[in-house]
């Protein structure tokens, strides 16, 4: 392995986010029967309807293997090889039937039937927390009809970091490009029924259209397997780990570019939608806008939050901001995936409160010029 991959950022690291948020995450809950948080008192910029819930929430796990890598275990010192292969335990969100007074999560349900399977987003979390911690968004994509997986990454969930005692795993964050394509491909065998190792996703997903999302450490994998044309820890190129699927669109939620190898514009060029937060200590504004402004493409959009902090505008502590990033990213997997909204309505999206966002799109994002500095840590932010 090419040990320059330990030191390859030079942004404040985030292993302290999640523990910070212990108290703050049981509140995520209470927002997860509702798509968007609702205007109040602050006025519409532009009428925006509030996108359907169509469906309700069906929650399953899959374990996956891949004993095709030789991964380092960087919890241990020496780091080691991991033993019996790439253990990713994966969550699966699903659209299920509307019930009368149903529980926000049904565990096991049986999915709501759907010709041609639905589209897929493939979500990678941060460090020191899980896919649950992001339960209100990925519900919100589920009920609008997307099926939503998302692995637990092995150095790098809240659970994993726990039991550590205080090792600095980040360094297992080049491995995940290659589990996210796994995971997608374990997942795309199990829908089209050349596996049993998933059950629940069979004939579940349409295998042309599927997106990339991700949020802080997960957010630089997305934007790793999209756009890095250099090579992983294995020597495997990035462009080479993606071949063969179809991912038609890509979300970054407060991410950043790996500085170690240079991005470029993908050959088909997904859709690409950077969101970050003026106010965001923990990756702050100037590394979302050069990920953005290293893709040379036109069909590409930046929301601007405005004073949201890193995680809440992701978990829903943060309503306001949470509403606008609900619903404009539906609005953009809808346009991407399934060509039921367009770059018109995405706007009305983004734009939806001024005092809490505005979004950019194409070549002009938003300028560094006349951003006030933020203090770099990563903390109860």
């Known amino acids: 392995m090419n040990v320059s991959w330990n030191n390859r950022l030079s942004k404040p690291r985030r292993g302290a986010l999640a523990t910070r948020f212990a108290l703050l995450i049981a509140s995520t809950f209470v927002l997860t029967t509702s798509t968007a948080a609702p205007l109040g008192a602050e006025s519409s910029h532009r009428h925006l309807s509030t996108p359907t819930a169509l469906y309700g929430v069906g929650i399953a796990r899959c374990t996956f293997v891949d004993h095709s890598r030789s991964a380092l275990n960087y919890s241990t010192t020496p780091y080691r090889i991991i033993p ?19 529980p926000a999560e049904s565990d096991g349900a049986p999915p709501s039937p759907r010709t041609g399977g639905y589209p897929m987003v493939v979500f990678a979390h941060g460090y020191d927390v899980t896919p649950d911690t992001y339960a209100a968004l990925l519900d919100a994509w589920v009920r609008a009809g997307f099926v939503v997986v998302a692995p637990f990454f092995p150095d790098e969930s809240a659970s994993e970091v726990a039991s550590q005692r205080g ?14 394509t796994f995971v997608t491909r374990s997942v795309l065998q199990a829908s089209a029924n050349e596996t049993t190792g998933c059950p629940i996703v069979s004939g579940l997903v349409e295998p ?18 999209a756009y890095d044309h250099g090579d992983d820890p294995q020597g495997v190129n990035y462009a080479n780990l993606r071949s063969g699927i179809a991912y038609r669109a890509v979300i970054i939620l407060s991410g950043a570019e790996d500085t170690f190898q240079s991005y ?9 939608l950077v969101v970050q937060s003026l106010a965001d200590q923990c990756n702050p504004m100037r590394f979302g806008v050069q990920l953005y402004d ?19 505008p992701f978990d829903g502590v943060d309503a306001a901001a949470f509403g606008v990033v609900t619903s404009t990213t539906i609005r953009f997997l809808q346009m991407s995936l399934e060509d039921v909204a367009t770059s018109a309505d995405l706007m009305v999206a983004g734009d939806q409160r001024p005092a809490t966002a505005r979004i950019f799109v194409g070549v002009n994002g938003p300028s560094l010029k006349n951003i006030a500095p933020v203090r770099e840590e990563c903390g109860p932010n």
């Open 84 to 102: 019996g292969g790439r253990r990713l335990v994966t969550e699966v969100r699903y659209p299920i039937q509307r019930q009368p007074d149903q």
């Open 208 to 225: 042309s259209e599927i997106a990339l999302a991700g949020h802080s450490d997960g957010a630089e994998v997305v934007g790793m397997l």
């Open 294 to 312: 290293g893709i040379h493409q036109s069909n590409k959009w930046f929301l601007e939050l405005q004073t949201a902090h890193h995680l809440p």
């Open 264 to 272: 470029a514009t993908e050959a088909s060029r997904p859709d690409l």
């Open 167 to 180: 090792a600095n795993t980040e360094g297992d964050l080049p491995n995940e490009a290659g589990d996210l």
